[in-house]
């Protein structure tokens, strides 16, 4: 009998402010999986966390329309995740019925921000037992909170740059004392984050004491911990890609070329309309980026580092302020990084000789391979 396609279940969508992203990326994955190698059965999550059945040319129609980026449609059919004793069964659920039993191999998680990128949903598929594209449920939550993931880094060694966390009782009780607090400690321009977000969203820049107040007030409405960090004045923005092994390697990582992103506005600043509803000429990809040989080593091998510090699985980006004396800061590590056909994290591979649809093979087969995380 002929050995079946792993079955992979796309899950898509969720519940954070970055569902319509996340959209993109599966629409990007669904063109590009190699469907003669893998069976694949998607899962869309709703914004109020409604769990869908969708296909895979429904998810490759999820596109940008002008400026209108694409949600998940709620009529679709309810769908459920169960464990039985021969494995993990994908369910479609119609009243009390549960239709369209499909025995499951592997999750491609494809979602951004909380409930997805966050350590929760991979905590649910580590209960179900069934095995998933990148990092576990530890790495994932120290990746999201900019707050943890700096204090890790930090204690590993790794150069990050001047930050200040502000908790939120501090900021109900006293914010003329966090305010002064951050103006003692660091300099103009600043960057006001939500400390658990992505995409840019609630991010703020700073560029002198009178504004910092607010852009805090606008942090907080997408996360009650906000981070603000140090600007770096005329930096260069840098990202390199990290894969795990590959399984020719039980301990290698892999690094790809560096990239560049450089936006051309007075502030310089990668926001989200920047990311995902750019003008003409507003932001350029430089790919790889032009470094020289000592800076991309450094760029490479830190990446390595900040990967295994953090305890990474399966793949991540790491982003880079490279300063105007040469000096290399780590801003942040992403462990799901943004995946359509034009992101940096696919285009970096493919400057680095792995293309898109190979690229989503090895991840696949990666936590195919990747052993169980609890010993029974």
Not at 179 to 185: E, F, G, L, S, T
Not at 259 to 266: A, D, F, K, L, Q
Request: with cysteine.
């Amino acid at each position: 009998m002929a050995q079946h396609r792993p079955r992979v279940a796309l899950i898509l969508g969720g519940q954070s402010s970055e569902h319509q992203i996340s959209c993109l990326t599966a629409a990007g994955v669904a063109k590009a999986i190699d469907t003669e190698r893998f069976e694949v059965h998607g899962i869309g999550i709703s914004p109020s966390g409604i769990w869908h059945r969708i296909d895979l040319p429904q998810i490759a129609a999820l596109q940008k329309v002008g400026r209108q980026l694409p949600e998940l449609d709620q009529t679709l059919p309810r769908a459920s995740l169960l464990r039985e004793p021969e494995g993990v069964e994908l369910v479609t659920r119609d009243g009390d019925r549960l239709l369209n039993r499909v025995r499951l191999d592997v999750a491609l998680v494809l979602l951004h921000g909380p409930y997805g990128e966050d350590g929760t949903i991979q905590g649910q598929l580590e209960m179900l037992g069934l095995p998933y594209v990148g990092s576990g449920v530890a790495a994932s939550a120290i990746g999201m909170d900019k707050h943890l993931m700096k204090v890790s880094l930090a204690a590993a060694g790794l150069p990050v740059g001047p930050y200040e966390t502000i908790l939120p009782t501090q900021w109900q009780r006293d914010r003329e004392q966090v305010c002064q607090r951050i103006n003692n400690r660091l300099e103009y321009p600043v960057f006001v984050k939500p400390a658990r977000g992505g995409s840019s969203v609630g991010i703020g820049r700073v560029a002198e004491p009178a504004g910092l107040a607010a852009a805090i007030d606008e942090a907080v409405r997408w996360d009650p911990k906000v981070v603000v960090e140090q600007g770096f004045v005329g930096a260069r923005e840098i990202e390199c890609a990290v894969l795990g092994p590959n399984g020719q390697d039980d301990t290698a990582v892999r690094t790809s070329r560096p990239g560049e992103i450089v936006v051309h506005t007075e502030t310089a600043f990668y926001d989200f309309d920047a990311k995902y509803l750019p003008t003409e000429g507003q932001v350029e990809l430089r790919i790889p980026a032009d470094l020289d040989p000592e800076t991309e080593q450094t760029v490479q091998q830190l990446a390595g580092k900040c990967f295994a510090a953090l305890g990474c699985e399966g793949l991540a980006r790491v982003d880079y302020f490279v300063t105007p004396t040469g000096e290399v800061v780590v801003n942040e590590v992403n462990t799901m990084p943004g995946f359509t056909e034009l992101s940096m994290f696919p285009s970096l591979w493919q400057v680095s000789g792995l293309d898109y649809p190979a690229l989503i093979t090895d991840l696949l087969e990666q936590a195919l391979h990747r052993p169980n995380t609890v010993v029974r």
